[in-house]
């Protein structure tokens, strides 16, 4: 009977084979004209903008080629939001089959990729990192290559990419180590024009995206000031309506913004004074600005670089990522109409961390060339260079740390573009806490994969020669360019806790009254004690994986097992006080970024050895190390968590040393050869 329920759950393998059905079409051309759509709408917008475009024969016949590129896309199915069901002990097996991108979709991609590709590998990233600017005449060139048009819709002028060919952009866009162009190119796709096209007017769509497209115009997102860091909603930049209530006046400083010399327009986040404020108000209106207090009281704004009051300050470059020429922002009671807002009033808050987060596993995409560039020159290395008469390849130590960064960079390149494929395949993706875990799982592992690169060279890993220096640093910048590695783990852990906590409310009310609700607390008394029944499977990932990698999608069984256990004891130990919980809180976003990583690796290696890709060898014994690094990391962390006393010693260590610390100001230890006798 179990055999026969089994089958039924079965889902055939030859699924990862499935032909691929080509269906040739050919896309409209990237000269289309903006609003090119027929009809009252699009002359509506036209006469809104004030701007005359001719009408050219092939309008017409370019809208129906788009209609039919539209229709001809693969279809979309429903997902639910991987890491969040972790929190849940819920497992969707599917992702294992590592969606492909059809022939037809890879040319396409690749007539976009290849001119920009060619174009970049003649750019030297030392000559940017020591000039601290990328020269007009690169950018142009990049330009012109159709660099900077990938998030634009065809609509306006732009190439209208999906995620996979946004991704596979910026990859081509960072090759030979152009970190900085890379990440130029992110920050004006994900955050300004992205921003745009989601939450602009048509007005607005219409007159700045086909500027963009263009090269006429670049755009800059302005959130972060230098008092409040990471805290968004404490920013002191204000916002306030003019006095004959035709526009607004901004006022304040924004700090670290990418690009501002060659920026034309900025998209600024600001306060609507009065409101985010203890002030008092009559007790109609109370209710109404406290609400608005909570929910939002921040606005999106078109700012020209032009208007009155708008200071452009003095550069102040990171240590490395130097390309991008970040200075601050003056706003000095800057006038601007009233149709210059994005979205609607309060909407401000949503849209910078909409920005700054929905998009961000492309920085996977900026760092594997640079990781990739490394380990390539490493092997070549050590095939060549000989010690003792012996290869230094021959050396244990010497593959170990070769392969250790392989196997890293495998994983991050798997989640990159697992992450882009699952966005684009899915209908109303909710993909951020997988965005999140990539952009946490790059900054922790290219530390590490440099390093070890270095070691293998020995003294000469350290001089200039290498280039390893700038490779650090720029790495290091890159960590924190979008608020930082440990702000994304608080945000997928404390996402995946609301998300568990809102579905598991009832019982969670349940064990706060263990006297109404006896047999509940009995349960959760057991299982805390470790006397709790053998988990049964409620799935089987073994089937959706080649045959000789059903062990790992056994004991990857195990680790979502494990990581349940201990979402679920934490939620109900520490309830709504999980929040201040941070070190709790690190540790199972670790286990659900290594887990989502071992997917990916899993079920990517599993299609290449399916199809018979080239080097499906390699790719194997790579997942199988990454896992086992990951299987050993995760189960780590849930024994720790699960050790109780001594986990809050530790803690309570911690806390003394840290207050010890900053009592004294200092290091807070004496020298080991001072005497007090």
């Known amino acids: ?61 370019a809208i129906i080629k788009e209609k039919t590129r539209q229709l001809l896309e693969r279809p979309k199915k429903h997902r639910d939001p991987f890491i969040k069901n972790l929190f849940l002990k819920k497992i969707d097996p599917t992702i294992l089959e590592y969606p492909e991108v059809r022939q037809d979709e890879m040319d396409e991609l690749m007539n976009q990729v290849e001119p920009i590709a060619n174009r970049v590998k003649e750019v030297d990233p030392e000559k940017i990192d020591k000039n601290g600017a990328i020269t007009e005449n690169v950018l142009t060139g990049v330009r012109n290559s159709g660099g900077f ?42 955050w300004s024009a992205r921003t ?64 501002a010399p060659n920026t034309d327009y900025f998209i600024v986040i600001a306060k609507h004074q009065g409101l985010g404020e203890d002030v008092k108000y009559s007790d109609p209106e109370r209710q109404f600005h406290q609400d608005k207090r909570k929910t939002g009281s921040m606005s999106a704004f078109i700012v020209p670089k032009k208007a009155p009051g708008v200071t452009v300050g003095q550069l102040k470059p990171f240590i490395g990522l130097r390309g991008l020429q970040v200075s601050e922002l003056i706003l000095d009671d800057v006038p601007i109409p009233l149709d210059y807002l994005i979205g609607k009033t309060g909407d401000g808050f949503g849209i910078a961390m909409e920005a700054v987060s929905m998009e961000r596993h492309v920085m996977g995409a900026v760092l594997l060339p640079l990781l990739k560039k490394l380990i390539d020159q490493a092997a070549k290395y050590v095939s060549d260079r000989h010690v003792f ?99 994304a783990r608080l945000y997928i852990a404390l996402s995946g806790y609301q998300y568990a906590g809102l579905a598991q409310l009832s019982d969670i009310q349940k064990l706060s009254n263990p006297f109404a609700h006896p047999q509940a607390a009995l349960r959760r008394s ?92 390699q790719e194997m014994n790579l997942a199988a190390l990454f896992f086992y690094y990951a299987k050993r990391r995760i189960h780590s962390i849930w024994e720790e968590i699960g050790s109780g006393p001594d986990v809050k010693g530790r803690e309570s260590m911690m806390h003394e040393a840290a207050v010890h610390m900053v009592t004294e100001r200092s290091y807070g230890v004496e020298h080991p050869l001072t005497r007090n006798y």
């Open 389 to 487: 008469n012996r290869p230094l390849s021959d050396f244990h130590m010497i593959r170990d740390k070769l392969t250790e960064a392989a196997y890293l960079v495998y994983a991050l390149e798997s989640m990159t573009y697992l992450t882009s494929l699952l966005i684009d395949t899915t209908i109303k993706p909710e993909f951020d806490l997988e965005s999140a875990a990539v952009r946490a799982f790059a900054a922790d592992i290219a530390p590490r994969v440099v390093r070890n690169l270095m070691e293998i060279y020995g003294a000469s890993g350290v001089t200039h020669d290498r280039s390893f220096d700038q490779a650090l640093r720029d790495i290091l910048t890159f960590s924190d360019i979008d608020g930082g590695t440990d702000v």
């Open 1 to 61: 009977m179990q055999a026969a329920v089994r089958r039924t759950r079965l889902r055939p393998l030859q699924s990862l084979l499935s032909s691929r059905t080509i269906l040739h079409h050919h896309p409209p051309q990237n000269n289309t004209p903006a609003f090119a759509d027929c009809g009252a709408r699009g002359v509506a917008i036209e006469t809104a903008v004030g701007v005359r475009i001719s009408q050219q024969k092939n309008d017409e016949f």
């Open 526 to 617: 057991l299982q805390s004690l470790g006397i709790k029944r053998a988990a049964k499977r409620t799935v089987y990932l073994d089937d959706y994986v080649h045959p000789t990698l059903q062990n790992f999608a056994y004991m990857l069984e195990t680790c979502c097992t494990e990581f349940g256990q201990c979402a679920e004891g934490l939620l109900y130990e520490y309830n709504k006080d999980l929040v201040n919980r941070q070190v709790e809180l690190k540790q199972t976003a670790e286990m659900a970024i290594l887990i989502y990583a071992s997917f990916a690796v899993l079920g990517r290696c599993s299609r290449a050895y399916c199809v018979g890709m080239k080097h499906n060898k």
């Open 149 to 190: 048009v990938h998030r634009i819709p065809r609509t306006h002028r732009g190439n209208d990419l999906n995620m996979v060919g946004y991704t596979a952009v910026v990859e081509a866009l960072s090759l030979e180590g152009n970190m900085s162009l890379g990440a130029l190119a992110y920050t004006m796709g994900s």
């Open 196 to 259: 745009l096209e989601k939450h602009g007017t048509e007005e607005q769509k219409a007159f700045y995206l086909p500027m963009i497209a263009t090269g006429e115009a670049a755009f800059s997102l302005c959130v972060s000031e230098e008092k409040t860091g990471s805290n968004v909603a404490a920013m002191q930049t204000s916002v306030r309506l003019g006095e004959d209530n035709r526009g607004y006046l901004i006022k304040g400083k924004k700090s670290w913004v990418i690009n």
